[in-house]
């Protein structure tokens, strides 16, 4: 035979024995959609492995013609929706019917297929199909069983994501039967240890076949596939599939005859082709590595040059990281410690925080907590707290927690950042503190001026009056000097008087001296006293009580100041022709005094501070109305001893009213009396007024 006659053999032969498929290219990707649960057939495992009979199947056609089959295991509703909508190519595994013939087209079965009613052990009402009249069952949504129950009236069906989820909720009683595909269902039983608690009942339903279903227009992909089933079936590949899922083999005699012929013709193709591919191989395999080790290692540079540059630039931001001076921590979903930097270590006084919970770090971890959940959500979160460290130093902590976001604004963790302001707030409040004195005792030192400066003028009165020769004139201007000069000592004593009360109660030393006296009578003499120097004001004031007598213990030389304060402070504020009310009212537990008027009131925005230390709603030395700013102080100092409360009701332009609260309380026995310790509860100095 010559040369020519032995090359056109070859080549006979390798058109005649080796399958040649015009579909058949590498580079074309079939996409097909499997049920990710569905057992034997397909399913994924715990390992997240795509396995069971469809996808050994698929893979067996793929290796036989040569293909790309890419498989995407999802939901079986989705499976379908991905067909109908044409994102994948084919669904691997679907029980045909008349219903779904309308829509796709069918391969050559893989298996028979049957659905099979699934009910517990005990029960034994349900036999058959009919018997489930009425009852509640458990399918796969989307499955052929919908075909099926469809037809069984009354019937309550429970749509389940997968066969697994229906058995479950059959072992919960939460449905009375479930069907299904009959072998998945058994493989589930097993698997799951049930089959001493479920059983099959009735005779197998709708048996049919089991096939590859494409969209009805999709031929070259339909004929592909069963092209390949075709020659998985002759080579035997198919049987060692079905024989590895189900435990029997499939035996077709027709082809056997042609798988003697494929074996002869392989071995001959095999001993002609060999050397001839094996030179070709090795050409190509030789430049083929050469390529990849000259791009591996340009990659490799490349990757040492991106690793040096990533470390360069970790360190860096771990250098700005350690010099922020407020304290930054870093949680992970689980609230597990991921890092920190050192003033949060320094903070927190921690030396290995990694992996430490929220709840074993040393700060407040209900507030710590509550901040992370929030953040968790998407959301920033802050708040100021006084924290109590270990050395009882408390300190002051702006807390800012913000989540931390990945792709799609997935939270991936929380970033807590506290911040110590406790010098700056100390600082502030020292310069506040300071500033107070500052204005109290410029006020404190006008009002020593003013009586000072009335004597000084009265004592030059004196002298020049005594060179009057009128003895009638010299008397009348002394004595009208002398009271003058009287009144404004008693002022300036009162005043003393008050800075030293003032003093006492910054160091608890005031003391009362409690006897049972008539409230109601201390009250209405200490308003009457002064009903004269108010009305020449051309101010009315009225006393009112709803009893006559109430005997409580007190201090009536602190209730008389306590009255005057109040009416000296209602007579400034009160323009003339204006109104005060005095009250004293009987309650089971307190004795209420009011003093009200219908002065210019008191802004909202200064209610809360004229009882406080260094405090004045007129700060300046030039206000409208004189006053050392310690009488409200004294008033509620005085107050407090008594074991009462003193508040402010009032509306800027309609005046105010001061209610005082004392426990009704007697001492006992008439003559008895007791000294009461005082409390120091930081008092506060506003006014006490020299009425006279």
Same mark, same amino acid.
């Given at each position: 035979?010559?040369?020519?006659?032995?090359?056109?053999?070859?080549?006979?032969?390798?058109?005649?024995?080796?399958?040649?498929?015009?579909?058949?290219?590498?580079?074309?990707?079939?996409?097909?959609?499997?049920?990710?649960?569905?057992?034997?057939?397909?399913?994924?495992?715990?390992?997240?492995?795509?396995?069971?009979?469809?996808?050994?199947?698929?893979?067996?056609?793929?290796?036989?013609?040569?293909?790309?089959?890419?498989?995407?295991?999802?939901?079986?509703?989705?499976?379908?929706?991905?067909?109908?909508?044409?994102?994948?190519?084919?669904?691997?595994?679907?029980? *045909?019917?008349?219903?779904?013939?309308?829509?796709?087209? @069918?391969?050559?079965?893989?298996?028979?297929?049957?659905?099979?009613?699934?009910?517990?052990?005990?029960?034994?009402?349900?036999?058959?199909?009919?018997?489930?009249?009425?009852?509640?069952?458990?399918?796969?949504?989307?499955?052929?069983?919908?075909?099926?129950?469809?037809?069984?009236?009354?019937?309550?069906?429970?749509?389940?994501?997968?066969?697994?989820?229906?058995?479950?909720?059959?072992?919960?009683?939460?449905?009375?039967?479930? &069907?299904?595909? *009959?072998?998945?269902?058994?493989?589930?039983?097993?698997?799951?240890?049930?089959?001493?608690?479920?059983?099959?009942?009735?005779?197998?339903?709708?048996?049919?076949?089991?096939? &590859?279903?494409?969209?009805?227009?999709?031929?070259?992909?339909?004929?592909?596939?069963?092209?390949?089933?075709?020659?998985?079936?002759?080579?035997?590949?198919?049987?060692?599939?079905?024989?590895?899922?189900?435990?029997?083999?499939?035996?077709?005699?027709?082809?056997?005859?042609?798988?003697?012929?494929?074996?002869?013709?392989? /071995?001959?193709? @095999?001993?002609?082709?060999?050397?001839?591919?094996?030179?070709?191989?090795?050409?190509?395999?030789?430049?083929?590595?050469?390529?990849? &080790?000259?791009?591996?290692?340009?990659?490799?540079?490349?990757?040492?040059?991106?690793?040096?540059?990533?470390?360069?630039?970790?360190?860096?931001?771990?250098?700005?990281?350690?010099?922020?001076?407020?304290?930054?921590?870093?949680?992970?979903?689980?609230?597990?410690?991921?890092?920190?930097?050192?003033?949060?270590?320094?903070?927190?006084?921690?030396?290995?925080?990694?992996?430490?919970?929220?709840?074993?770090?040393? %700060?407040?971890?209900?507030?710590?907590?509550?901040?992370?959940?929030?953040?968790?959500?998407?959301?920033?979160?802050?708040?100021?707290?006084?924290?109590?460290?270990?050395?009882?130093?408390?300190?002051?902590?702006?807390?800012?927690?913000?989540?931390?976001?990945?792709?799609?604004?997935?939270?991936?963790?929380?970033?807590?950042?506290?911040?110590?302001?406790?010098?700056?707030?100390?600082?502030?409040?020292?310069?506040?503190?300071?500033?107070?004195?500052?204005?109290? @005792? $410029?006020?404190?030192?006008?009002?020593?001026?003013?009586?000072?400066?009335?004597?000084? $003028?009265?004592?030059?009165?004196?002298?020049?009056?005594?060179?009057?020769?009128?003895?009638?004139?010299?008397?009348?201007?002394?004595?009208?000097?002398?009271?003058?000069?009287?009144?404004?000592?008693?002022?300036?004593?009162?005043?003393?008087?008050?800075?030293?009360?003032?003093?006492?109660?910054?160091?608890?030393?005031?003391?009362?001296?409690?006897?049972?006296?008539?409230?109601?009578?201390?009250?209405?003499?200490?308003?009457?006293?002064? /009903?004269?120097?108010?009305?020449?004001?051309?101010?009315?004031?009225?006393?009112?009580?709803?009893?006559?007598?109430?005997?409580?213990?007190?201090?009536?030389?602190?209730?008389?100041?306590?009255?005057?304060?109040?009416?000296?402070?209602?007579?400034?504020?009160?323009?003339?022709?204006?109104?005060?009310?005095?009250?004293?009212?009987?309650?089971?537990?307190?004795?209420?005094?009011?003093?009200?008027?219908?002065?210019?009131?008191?802004?909202?925005?200064?209610?809360?501070?004229? @009882?406080?230390?260094?405090?004045?709603?007129?700060?300046?030395?030039?206000?409208?109305?004189?006053?050392?700013?310690?009488?409200?102080?004294?008033?509620?100092?005085?107050?407090?001893?008594?074991?009462?409360?003193?508040?402010?009701?009032?509306?800027?332009?309609?005046?105010?009213? %001061?209610?005082?609260?004392?426990?009704?309380?007697?001492?006992?026995?008439?003559?008895?009396?007791?000294?009461?310790?005082?409390?120091?509860?930081?008092?506060?100095?506003?006014?006490?007024?020299?009425?006279?």
């Amino acid at each position: 035979m010559s040369k020519r006659a032995l090359y056109l053999f070859i080549v006979l032969m390798l058109l005649i024995f080796i399958p040649f498929n015009i579909y058949a290219d590498v580079n074309k990707v079939i996409k097909i959609a499997g049920d990710e649960n569905y057992p034997p057939y397909e399913f994924v495992d715990k390992n997240g492995t795509y396995k069971g009979f469809n996808v050994d199947i698929m893979k067996a056609i793929a290796n036989n013609l040569e293909i790309n089959i890419q498989l995407s295991p999802m939901a079986w509703n989705n499976a379908l929706n991905a067909l109908e909508t044409k994102r994948v190519d084919a669904i691997q595994g679907m029980t *045909r019917s008349n219903i779904r013939e309308e829509k796709f087209s @069918f391969t050559r079965a893989l298996v028979n297929n049957s659905q099979a009613i699934f009910v517990k052990s005990e029960r034994d009402n349900i036999s058959e199909l009919q018997s489930l009249s009425g009852l509640t069952i458990a399918i796969q949504s989307g499955d052929i069983s919908e075909e099926i129950i469809a037809a069984i009236p009354g019937a309550k069906v429970i749509k389940c994501s997968n066969q697994e989820q229906a058995i479950q909720k059959l072992m919960l009683d939460k449905v009375d039967a479930f &069907v299904g595909n *009959r072998l998945t269902g058994i493989y589930i039983i097993q698997s799951l240890k049930l089959f001493n608690k479920v059983k099959i009942v009735g005779e197998q339903l709708y048996p049919t076949e089991y096939s &590859v279903a494409t969209l009805r227009e999709n031929i070259e992909v339909l004929e592909l596939l069963d092209k390949g089933l075709n020659n998985i079936m002759q080579n035997g590949e198919y049987d060692k599939i079905y024989n590895k899922w189900f435990g029997e083999a499939i035996v077709d005699g027709s082809i056997a005859w042609k798988k003697i012929m494929m074996s002869i013709s392989l /071995v001959l193709v @095999f001993a002609l082709c060999l050397i001839t591919v094996i030179f070709y191989l090795n050409v190509g395999l030789k430049k083929l590595v050469a390529d990849k &080790v000259s791009e591996l290692e340009a990659a490799n540079n490349e990757l040492q040059v991106q690793h040096e540059n990533l470390a360069q630039s970790n360190r860096f931001k771990s250098k700005i990281l350690e010099t922020i001076l407020d304290g930054i921590i870093a949680f992970d979903n689980n609230g597990k410690v991921t890092g920190s930097n050192h003033a949060a270590k320094e903070l927190l006084k921690i030396e290995d925080e990694q992996g430490q919970s929220i709840e074993e770090l040393k %700060f407040n971890n209900d507030f710590i907590y509550e901040g992370y959940q929030h953040a968790l959500k998407g959301c920033i979160w802050r708040k100021s707290i006084e924290w109590n460290t270990s050395s009882e130093k408390v300190l002051s902590i702006d807390c800012s927690i913000y989540p931390i976001k990945g792709p799609e604004d997935r939270v991936e963790g929380v970033i807590v950042v506290l911040h110590d302001y406790t010098e700056s707030r100390l600082l502030n409040e020292a310069k506040e503190y300071d500033k107070l004195k500052t204005e109290y @005792f $410029a006020n404190l030192s006008h009002e020593f001026r003013t009586p000072l400066s009335v004597i000084y $003028a009265s004592a030059q009165l004196l002298k020049w009056n005594s060179k009057n020769d009128n003895i009638h004139q010299v008397r009348s201007a002394i004595d009208k000097s002398v009271a003058t000069v009287r009144q404004n000592i008693n002022r300036l004593t009162r005043l003393i008087d008050n800075i030293i009360f003032v003093t006492k109660a910054d160091t608890g030393f005031i003391q009362l001296e409690l006897r049972n006296n008539n409230i109601v009578s201390v009250v209405e003499e200490v308003t009457l006293s002064v /009903v004269d120097l108010i009305e020449n004001k051309d101010i009315s004031i009225e006393f009112d009580t709803d009893i006559e007598e109430i005997i409580i213990a007190i201090d009536a030389d602190k209730i008389e100041r306590i009255i005057l304060n109040l009416l000296s402070n209602s007579v400034k504020f009160t323009p003339s022709g204006g109104s005060i009310y005095v009250k004293v009212m009987e309650g089971e537990k307190f004795i209420t005094i009011s003093v009200k008027d219908n002065g210019i009131g008191i802004p909202k925005d200064k209610q809360d501070i004229i @009882f406080e230390r260094f405090r004045q709603v007129d700060k300046s030395i030039s206000r409208n109305h004189e006053g050392s700013g310690i009488g409200l102080s004294l008033v509620k100092s005085f107050v407090e001893l008594h074991g009462g409360s003193i508040r402010v009701e009032s509306s800027l332009g309609y005046g105010s009213e %001061f209610i005082i609260q004392l426990p009704n309380i007697q001492l006992q026995g008439d003559s008895d009396s007791f000294e009461s310790e005082s409390f120091n509860s930081g008092k506060t100095e506003i006014e006490f007024s020299d009425i006279y």
